[in-house]
Every structure is written in structure tokens, then in C-alpha cells.
């Protein structure tokens, strides 16, 4: 268990050496997949020294929060971004029409923040709090979402199995082939105990659900269990609201020349 805890970090996953993204104060880079495996000595990467480090290949992003929710290093206060998205932090009210869009590059984006992270962390999330990108909406359900783009007999048998594991979700489960918000992109700030907490719900079910399989389709495909993982991680979400948790949601911007 790990418990030494710093105050905060917010760390930011790449797969590109040579495109890292805007220096921002605050932001802590961690190089998953091919960046890792090419990474200079002293880098931070999703890779573990034990060897118990996930594919970055199957589970998008979540193999750098495997390796610091085991390996640290650990933070009482703890966020995800990306290397193109982030969230806005900025004076500038973002409305939902633009907060995908705006700023429209890195040097905007670097000029507009002197400061990137806020003062007010512990305001943003605590044991009462959640930070949280506001959600996609969708013009039909979350499922209906999915198959779309993905394969819905994969979503079945997952969130079936997750129901049954974890019965308090199912509603929330179940209230995802009506509902059309999702709760996407896996950013967000949060206390070291609800990272804790939602890391064994996730790592619990798709460990369960993968049954031992290193690969499961060619191509984009095989990335299925962070696609999963993005639609539990909003299921937690809308639950631990329906519990008192009071949600942050805050716009996020893509970065349109990385």
C-alpha cells in the first residue's frame, strides 16, 4: 500500500518523443507505449520495474494510472490529462459550443496560461468533490454511442459482468442504454482515495472480462478495454453523485496542431 503522499499532481500522457506537448507549471509528463519503450533513462514511463505493467496497446492511457496507482509516485490530490486535451483553466469562459475547439494551438494556448494550474486544487477535489471534463452528449444513448464505433457484444458481456460484480452500479448501468451523457476522455482530478477506489473497479472488471487474453482484435480494436474503461469510469461517476458527491465539470481544449 502506498502511503507516502505529496500534495498534488497532475500528470499528462504522451506516446510521442518528439511532440510532448505545451510546458505547463504543474503538469507531470508520463510516456506510455512507444514513447516509453524509447524514453531516455530517467524518464518517466508506464513501464514498472516488477514487469507487472499493462499494454498501453489494449488499455490506451490507463497503463500510465496503472503504473503510479502501484508504483507511484502517489499524490493526496491527483489529475489526468492528455498530451492534446486538457482542462481550462483560463479567465475565459468557454461555452459548450466551443470547448473543444478553443484555443486552436500550443503557442495560443501557452500564451493565454501563465500559470496552468490553480491555486484552489483542494477546492476543485476533495472527499466532497470531483473534477471531472464535462460530458459528451449524445444524440442517442451511451450504447447506442458505442456500437457505432465498436463492437456492442463486447459492452454486453462487460457491463453484465460488472453488474453482477458490483450490483450497486447496476442502475447506473442500466440507465446507460436511455441515457445519451457520457462522462468521457478518463480526465479528471480527484482525491488519491477515489483514484484508489475506481482503479480496483476498473482493473477488478477488465482483468475479469479479458480472462488472461494479451490481444483482442487488430488495429484500433484492440483498444476495447480503455473504451470500456472510459464508459465505467462514467457509470462511477454518475454513482458517486447519486451518493453526494458534488461534480466539478470543468471545459476541456484540444490542442489542434499535435
Not at 50 to 74: F, R, T
Not at 123 to 152: E, I, M, W
Not at 160 to 182: R, S
Request: net charge neutral; charged share 15%; glycine share 6%.
Amino acid at each position: 500500500m502506498i502511503t507516502d503522499l505529496n500534495h498534488a499532481t497532475i500528470w499528462r500522457t504522451t506516446h510521442l518523443i518528439d511532440k510532448p506537448g505545451p510546458e505547463l507549471p504543474g503538469i507531470r509528463q508520463i510516456y506510455v507505449g512507444a514513447a516509453a519503450t524509447n524514453a531516455p533513462k530517467g524518464w518517466l514511463t508506464d513501464r514498472s520495474p516488477q514487469g507487472d505493467c499493462i499494454s498501453n496497446s489494449m488499455y490506451s492511457e490507463l497503463s500510465a494510472m496503472w503504473k503510479v496507482w502501484k508504483h507511484g509516485p502517489p499524490s493526496n490530490i491527483i489529475g489526468w490529462c492528455h498530451y492534446r486535451r486538457y482542462f481550462w483553466f483560463g479567465e475565459t469562459q468557454l461555452d459548450y459550443a466551443d470547448m473543444y475547439h478553443y484555443p486552436s494551438s500550443v503557442d495560443e494556448f501557452q500564451r493565454s496560461l501563465s500559470n496552468y494550474i490553480p491555486k484552489n486544487l483542494d477546492n476543485l477535489a476533495n472527499n466532497k468533490t470531483l473534477c471531472v471534463a464535462k460530458p459528451f452528449v449524445f444524440d442517442c444513448s451511451v450504447y447506442d454511442q458505442y456500437c457505432r464505433g465498436h463492437l456492442g457484444q463486447d459492452y454486453l458481456t462487460f457491463f453484465n459482468q460488472v453488474a453482477q460484480d458490483y450490483p450497486h452500479l447496476a442502475p447506473f448501468i442500466q440507465n446507460n442504454y436511455i441515457n445519451n451523457k457520457l462522462y468521457a476522455c478518463l480526465m479528471f482530478i480527484s482525491t488519491w482515495e477515489q483514484f484508489d477506489e475506481f482503479c480496483n473497479l476498473w482493473f477488478d472488471s477488465l482483468t475479469k472480462w479479458l480472462q488472461g487474453r494479451t490481444r483482442l482484435y487488430d488495429g484500433p480494436q484492440n483498444r476495447t478495454p480503455g473504451f470500456l474503461a472510459e464508459r465505467l469510469f462514467s457509470v462511477w461517476v454518475t454513482y458517486k453523485h447519486s451518493q453526494g458527491i458534488h461534480l466539478n465539470q470543468l471545459p476541456t481544449v484540444i490542442l489542434s496542431d499535435i
